[in-house]
């Protein structure tokens, strides 16, 4: 990387405003910043004097907890204020609320929203760094670096790389944010699942798109299951869960069409035998609890990459 | 009674007395008195003379489909703001949208619009009435009432109508009382929870996407209704190229339809919502390129009878939310004229055209008075000055509400003088010394 580089965002919307680059530096810092979860001590005073609010509108646990690892450990003050707990429930909008939050000087705000752009939103009204943690059907930016940066610790690499993801892509901000940035990496990926779960245009998003499940893991180095959203039944997306699993789900014979020594990977929670055979995900291949480590280590660079600078 | 005013030397354009040359025109007794070559007109003393070189002199503009908001949303526009704005844009009679709180489904709301319209004075008001009680798409409006008090069509508009029987009905029984059937042509069940239109665009801002084929569905069943009961139906903003093209087929074997679109739908495309811009969000939604160009070939080959607003009043606790639940629509009446005449610039077709598509056919297809500079006819009048430029500005704006995503554009072409029945509604300040 270019020693004069710098990673000048300040805010970190989705993976579509990172360039390769960007990508790269977070995913060094957070090899680096790895090893501190492993200490006796894990606390390092980085981001010591700091404020960060989660403001989680959905519920969350990984990913709420995570952030919250990740700002402790950096030693950074975190608040926690979830929808239920927030005067939004009280009618308060999401900008008169974030402006409140805002004038209590936070230096970062990291949001989960259940409207697509609900970050960029917030970015748009407060001064304060936004992480976006998941907007709607949009992006989720930390989920898409920590996939990466498993993948890379896994196979050393990720250009050149076929990542086939499988499930509900039209509805998953994680497909979306992964398909973006695996493709600007440069590995090639391919997405399946019912017809009615793929969105238009996404080849341009940079997905090919393979009619089965068999076609698309096919020489597959990841295999990346989805989560099927078993709220989203009232509209006749798929005939049923059982039907799902026979023809979608991740199985024994679905890992063995891609590479012997390709990794399976789920972005939790999983419903088990449904998208993902239970015996794939806890089986060898299984990097799904590396990727909950290195979810820690990601949101820990990402916090330090947006306020440590000073 | 309004006094004499002398329009000299405007370029007259009247379609309807197949005129568009030089021309003075006289205005008495709030009614055109005399439309002659220039100069031959004397100056009556105590009149009013506008020297109107190098600008136009049109029948008032008439803009078939408006929301007022009044009563109910009064924050968002009142009858006297909304008409304030169209006298602003051009327009000397609106056509007002029931989907006001409560809605325009009997004769005292009807009666209470035009009460309020008279009142404000800037513009006539044809108060629309609901094809269903409370537009719920159940029952039948009482159109025998709603006519009666002074609606001049009916629609459920912001909704469609879902329910195909309803709709027959409606289209039979609007007979009894020669009103209109005005079609907002959606089927909810594709269009559900969508916020823009379906494609690449939707998928990458994470947004549900909103079908063209919503559209076309409907429409086609209207068409397929208006042709089964032999009567007359109106079909609202159309946005698609296949609506388009099942209009023009529909045109062709006789079915008595008539259809408009709005400015939005051949200026602008999908693009402009990006980055979440509620003020580009609207139903239906903005489309692509090629509906554009659909849109605008239609408004020249004649399977679009008229240019109209869809205005849309939504204050800022309306708009600046998240996209998902941002409302729906854009505010309109004062930039019809300009965005109509840029197509005008462009080619796409003449002036007298512009003519037909905001005034001679909306009067028409309403079956109202106006359209025409006729002698003896109520001097409903507009003088656009189509060369004149302007920043579109907040400040600028006539409407109570600033919704529109042409804030910031330089636009050309301006209404500069209107006359409702020989009343001065607008003058475009620092245009006239008289």
Known sequence: MDSEYRFSHKHVLGLADLSAEDILAVLQTAESFKEISSRSIKKVPTLRGKTIINFFFEPSTRTRLSFEVAAKRMSADTFNISNSGSSTVKGETLIDTARNLAAMNPDCIILRHPRSGSARLLADHINASVINAGDGTHEHPSQGLLDLMTVREAKGRIAGLKIAIIGDIAHSRVAHSNIIGFSKMGAAVTVSGPATLIPPGIVDLGAQVSRTVMEAVEGADVIMALRIQKERQQDPLFPSLREYAKFFGVSQKVADAAKPEAIIMHPGPINRGVELDPKLADGSRSVILEQVTNGVAVRMALLYLIMGGD | ?434
Not at chain 2, 123 to 147: Q, T
Not at chain 2, 194 to 208: D, F, I, K, P, V
């Open chain 2, 1 to 434: 009674m309004p006094g004499l005013i002398l329009l000299k030397n405007g370029r007259v354009i009247d379609p309807a007395n197949g005129i568009d040359q030089i021309q003075d025109v006289l205005i008495a007794g709030g009614k055109i008195s005399a439309v002659a070559p220039p100069g031959t007109l004397s100056e009556q003393t105590g009149g009013i003379v506008y020297d109107l070189a190098g600008k136009w002199v049109v029948p008032g503009l008439i803009d078939m489909h408006v929301h007022l908001r009044e009563p109910g949303q009064e924050y968002k526009e009142t009858i006297a703001t909304g008409t304030r704005a169209a006298a602003a844009g051009g327009f000397t009679a609106v056509a007002a949208m029931p989907n006001t709180k409560p809605v325009n489904d009997n004769q005292t709301v009807t009666l209470f619009i035009l009460a309020k319209a008279a009142e404000a004075g800037f513009a006539r008001v044809y108060p629309v009435g609901a094809i269903s009680s409370g537009s719920s798409g159940e029952h039948l409006a009482e159109f025998g009432e709603l006519r009666q008090a002074g609606a001049v069509a009916v629609t459920d508009d912001g909704l469609p109508v879902g329910n195909s029987q309803l709709m027959r009905r409606a289209l039979e029984y609007a007979g009894n009382h020669d009103l209109l059937v005005i079609s907002h042509a959606e089927e909810l069940s594709l269009s559900h929870n969508g916020a823009m239109n379906y494609g690449s665009l939707a998928t990458r801002l994470g947004l549900q996407g909103i079908p063209h084929v919503a559209e076309e569905i409907m429409v086609y069943r209207d068409l397929a209704l208006a042709e089964f009961t032999g009567r007359p139906i109106h079909i609202a903003h159309v946005s698609t190229r296949e609506s388009l093209a099942l209009i023009r087929r529909a045109k062709k074997k006789g079915v008595a339809v008539t259809a408009e679109t709005a400015p939005h739908y051949f200026t602008l495309t999908e693009t402009a919502v990006d980055g979440y811009n509620t003020l580009a969000k609207m139903n239906p939604p903005l489309r692509t390129e090629a509906d554009v160009a659909a849109v605008r070939g239609a408004l020249q080959d004649g399977t679009l009878d008229a240019i109209a607003t869809d205005h849309a009043p939504h204050g800022e606790l309306d708009k600046d939310m998240e996209f998902d639940l941002a409302a729906n629509g854009i505010i309109g009446l004062e930039t019809a004229v300009p965005l109509t005449l840029q197509l005008v610039r462009e080619n796409n077709f003449d002036a007298r055209r512009m003519v037909e598509l905001l005034s001679v056919n909306p009067a028409r297809i309403l079956g109202v008075p106006g359209g025409t500079l006729s002698v003896g006819a109520p001097a409903d009048i507009t003088v656009i000055d189509p060369e004149k430029k302007f920043v579109f500005t907040e400040e600028s704006i006539q409407s109570k509400s600033k919704n529109s995503p042409f804030l910031g554009w330089e636009l050309q072409g301006k209404a500069v003088l209107t006359i409702l029945e020989g009343r001065i509604t607008w003058r475009q300040e620092g245009d006239f010394s008289s």
